[in-house]
Structure formats: structure tokens, C-alpha cells
């Protein structure tokens, strides 16, 4: 059993995100950050609580092992935090203050008179509309505004958590960003460790599946949103020539089964194929000047590809290949603090793929420090969003920093 406790504080100065702004009024972000080890679920949620505790609590954020028992846990949390803003969900691991972690109960809290959170969750993801991702996303800028300032990219950002499992992320995204102008979005599909069994989403006291949470969270301090991927593009590419969107199934690419030319750019015989070789080289396409990686789940027997992300026929990708994944999250975070300063807080959600891959190669301490050294709270995922995009194998998130 482990109990970590942060209590972090920023003083106020003008903001250059913020310039016409009347969140531009001195306050003070507080954020306190906390971990529960303990397999108990009330005892972790009463650790959490304990960590995180403040008064006038704006916003409590965590994410949780799928190896608690829910039911015990979304009552312990009710308990506790009672009618606080609390959203969270199920992962495929934790990052957490102390380092990666998995089986553990982590997050975060946060205070101060220039934050404003508004969310709504979106049910039935199976028949999901974009009708709905519209009036979602139009009723919380209406919310946020009679709460605070016009929600605008400078002091407002958005914030997407769904179930991992519902194959729908494409269409969610892409039709709440439809609605939100400039406003950047990150986000990232809840795990189930590696079962992939079913994925939770926490809201309003209960855990849901088949859902979607997205939130508008508004701030007077500095904050960039952010992607990164530790792969560029190599000289291989290829058209898709036959694809189930719907199911994310890849049957032929340049005319012969997906499979065996997949196997061939790479290398390799098709029965050579495994989940490491997709992870080392996985896909990636050109969307707007900047490149977006798809990864393969897995061969079927048929030759046929299945993907994490939807694939569409028609559609040029590239073969990607590696590159040092601690320099470029050092690149990242040097990137921030030129940007806002040291990041006094750091909301991540980074791949599953990317998490296997620190044990491959034995960088988990090392990614963890760099994590730990600037402030990130956040998750495993079984995929990420940024902006309108879907992806993989990326790390995505917002920093925040402290007025200077």
C-alpha cells in the first residue's frame, strides 16, 4: 500500500492566453495529487479521498485499475467526495506521482477561482448519431458561457474519455470538434488492462460502459495541448484496396490480401506476424500536413488486418518506423516549458502500445522520472484523441502551467 500526497500552488500573473479574458483576475491553482496500491476497494478510494481533499474542489479526476470491484469502488468514491465534479475510468495502467503503476487508484484535484469544468456523458454508443455529439457539445459551450467567459481556444480546451471497446471514437470526435470552433481536444479510450474485455467510465456517483464523457474545461492559467509519436515515416507505403470501416478490417492492400503485402514491406513471411512486429512498425497517415499512426491489432486467419483505428478504402498510409522514445518525450516537455513554462500540471493519455514497449526495452524508470518531473497524471489507453483525429501509439494531452 502506497499514499502519495501533492499540494501544488501557483501564483497569478498576466497570462498571454488569456487576453481578453475576465478570468485575467488574480487566483490561486491548487492541485493535489494522490495514489492508492491497495487491491481494497473502500480502502483506496478513502487513500484518494485523504490525498485529494481540498476545499471547493472544481474538478476530481482519476483513473483505476479494472481490478477492483466497481460496484464497491463507485460507492466508496460517492461516500467521500460526495456531490464533487468526479469523472474517471478503467485503464490499462496508471500513471500516477510515484511512476507507472498497474492495479492502483490514482488522481488529481484541482481549485481555483479562474477554473470552470462543465461535462455531459453520451449513452449508447452502438447507435450513436453525430445529432447527438452536436447537441452535446453545443449545450456545454451554452453551460460554460452563463458559468464563466465565451469558451475560445485561448482559455478553453476540451477533454474526451470513452469506452475503449465501442469502436466508435471516430464518430464521437469528429462530430463534437465539428461544433467546438478553434477549441483543442485530447483525450483517450478507457483500457481493461490486457483482457479487452470491457472498459468503465466513472460519472455522476456510477460506472457506465457503452459511453462517452467529454468536458469543456476552462482556465485562466496557460495551457497547450499536445501530441507526440515516436515514429516517422519510412519509405514503404501502400493504398488500401479493400476495408471494413465499421469493423476496423483491413482485407487488401495494393490489390493482394492485407496480411501477406503488410508481412512483405516488413520483411517478413506473413506467419511471422505478432503483436510486437505491429508495435515496432505500425502505420501512419498524412492528415493536413502532420502525421496521425494507426496501429494493427492483430492477423486473422482470412489474411485480413484488423486495426485500432478505422481504416477507410482508398487511403495512402506509410509504413513507420521508431525512433528514441525518451528524446522525443524530452523534446515534448522542453517544447512546454518554452511554451508556458514548467507545467504545474500535466493531464496525459498515452498509448497501451507505448507502455508495453518501455518494458521491451527497459525504459520504464526512465519515462517514469520524466513523467514524474513534470507533473502527469494520466492512463494507459486503448487509444487517444486529438482534435478530430483518432490514433495510436501517440501520447496526447494538456499542460498547464502557472502564471507568469
Known sequence: MALIMSNLQSNHAPNTHLEDSSLEAQSEL?????????????????????ALQQPDMELVLF?????????????????????????????????TPIG???????????????????????DNLDNFEFVEGERTTNALISTLQRKADVPSAQNTFGFLLIDGLSGREEAVVSAIYRQVGDIQIFGGSAGDGVSFDATY????????TNCAVFSLIQTSQPFTVFKTQHFVASEEKFVVTEADPEKRIVTEINGVSAGREYARMVGLEVNKLTPLIFATYPVIVKVGGDFYVRSIQKVNEDESLNFFCAIDEGLVLTVAR??????????????????????VLVLGCDCILRNLELDQKDIRESVAQIMAD?????????????????VNQTFTGVAIGSKK
Open 63 to 95: 483513473y483505476c485499475s479494472p481490478k477492483y470491484d466497481l460496484t464497491k469502488l463507485a460507492a466508496a468514491l460517492k461516500l467521500h467526495f460526495g456531490d464533487t465534479h468526479v469523472i474517471g475510468c478503467t485503464t490499462a495502467g496508471e500513471i
Open 100 to 122: 507507472y503503476l498497474e492495479g492502483s487508484l490514482t488522481g488529481v484535484s484541482i481549485c481555483t477561482d479562474g477554473f470552470r469544468v462543465v461535462t455531459r456523458r453520451i
Open 322 to 343: 521508431g525512433v528514441d522514445l525518451i528524446e522525443n518525450l524530452q523534446s515534448l516537455f522542453q517544447d512546454i516549458r518554452q511554451r508556458i513554462g514548467a507545467p
Open 374 to 390: 513534470n507533473s502527469v497524471i494520466g492512463f494507459a489507453t486503448y487509444g487517444e484523441q486529438y482534435n478530430a483525429m483518432h
Open 201 to 208: 467510465l466513472y460519472h455522476e456517483g456510477e460506472f457506465h
Open 30 to 50: 491548487q492541485i493535489r495529487k494522490g495514489v492508492s496500491c491497495t487491491d481494497d476497494p473502500a480502502v483506496a478510494a478513502a487513500e484518494l479521498f485523504d
